[in-house]
């Protein structure tokens, strides 16, 4: 006896009946089939993009990215992701790089707590770390960043998504740009997962106009996001401040023995840091201030650099020029200030 169409479409593709459909079926019936199979077998390719998480402490899990750049390959895995479990609560530290990123996190939380995810928090605004935002939205959580995070999202969220559809080759338009965060804050805040908190404070500019860091005090772990790389070279943008970026290492000093979750690298104590990003940020600061001082041109400041101690670090090839560069502008500007 050939399936019923209702027992196929509850099933999906994989169901055996599938199989045993028959070509009497009237032809309306197979275009929906047809459908169906081609919308799961473009549901397979948006998956497989994370690994399971890995705990880290009683509370945290957390995906330790790759570090290489956003490609087709990795669609766009790049990066740390965590997420803290409560008795009452889940948080989600960072969304990921797209919304396929994103209902895959929400399904790897699914498997370890049925713990419903209440927040979602955008630690900086660079778009692996709110693109995934409406994917929360919609599972229900709040949505939080930092009043010049939610500005810089706003003002640069078109240009973000053009850059994932190039990068992953997607469909020019099918990237969109998610809605402003529901709760903005401009200092710290607290929330309460039951039986566990998380201390959301703004360190300062950084890698980006605001970093935010994630305390937390029961697990003693701090994740500190892109204020920290370790095992890859660091990225200093137009909007970066290394200076600000050097007080913003030094404050998280006062955590003590705590473990660090970078934005990119492994977890460990802040010493693991400090080659790759106070050691790297304090020779980029310390001689393109010099060579403003003496009035020498940006290509030259380049040229004199020694970056050569750094080279080890991963992906240095590809940004250790443009640090330089826009270090130079960076300290050119400040000293007309």
């Not at 169906?36 to 957390?62: Q, R």
């Not at 935002?133 to 599972?139: D, G, I």
């Not at 999202?153 to 994932?164: E, H, L, Q």
């Not at 200093?236 to 006062?254: C, G």
Request: charged share 20%; hydrophobic share 40%; net charge neutral.
């Amino acid at each position: 006896m050939p399936c019923s169409l209702s027992k196929i479409l509850h099933a999906g593709k994989n169901h055996l009946c599938a199989l045993s459909f028959q070509f009497t079926a009237p032809i309306v019936t197979v275009l929906i089939i047809t459908a169906l199979i081609g919308s799961h077998s473009f549901a397979a390719e948006d998956t497989n993009i994370l690994p399971a998480p890995k705990k880290i402490s009683n509370h945290v899990y957390a995906w330790i990215g790759p570090l290489p750049g956003p490609s087709k390959e990795n669609k766009g895995y790049r990066m740390n992701l965590v997420f803290v479990v409560g008795a009452n609560a889940v948080a989600v530290l960072d969304t990921g790089y797209t919304e396929a990123m994103a209902r895959e996190m929400l399904a790897h939380i699914g498997k370890i707590t049925d713990t419903p995810v209440k927040y979602a928090v955008n630690t900086n605004s660079q778009p692996h770390r709110f693109m995934g935002n409406p994917v929360f939205r919609r599972a229900g959580a709040e949505i939080i960043a930092h009043r010049d995070s939610a500005a810089r999202m706003a003002g640069s969220g078109g240009n973000f998504a053009g850059a994932i559809e190039r990068i992953l080759e997607l469909e020019e338009g099918s990237v969109k740009i998610p809605q402003p965060p529901d709760r903005i804050i401009s200092d710290k805040t607290q929330l309460d997962l039951g039986g566990v908190s998380i201390n959301l404070k703004n360190i300062g500019p950084a890698h980006t106009p605001a970093q935010l860091i994630a305390h937390i005090p029961e697990d003693n772990i701090v994740y500190a996001g892109d204020s920290l790389y370790g095992e890859r070279l660091l990225t200093v943008q137009p909007v970066s401040n290394i200076q600000s970026w050097l007080d913003a290492f030094e404050k998280l000093k006062a955590y003590g023995n705590a473990t660090f979750i970078p934005g990119h690298g492994h977890p460990g104590p802040l010493k693991d840091f400090d080659f790759s990003t106070r050691q790297y940020l304090e020779l980029l600061f310390t001689h393109m201030n010099k060579m403003v001082d003496e009035g020498v041109d940006v290509q030259d400041a380049i040229d004199r650099l020694d970056q050569s101690r750094f080279s080890k670090l991963a992906n240095f090839k590809e940004l250790a020029g443009r640090n330089a560069s826009w270090a130079y502008l960076e300290r050119e500007a400040a000293a007309f200030e």
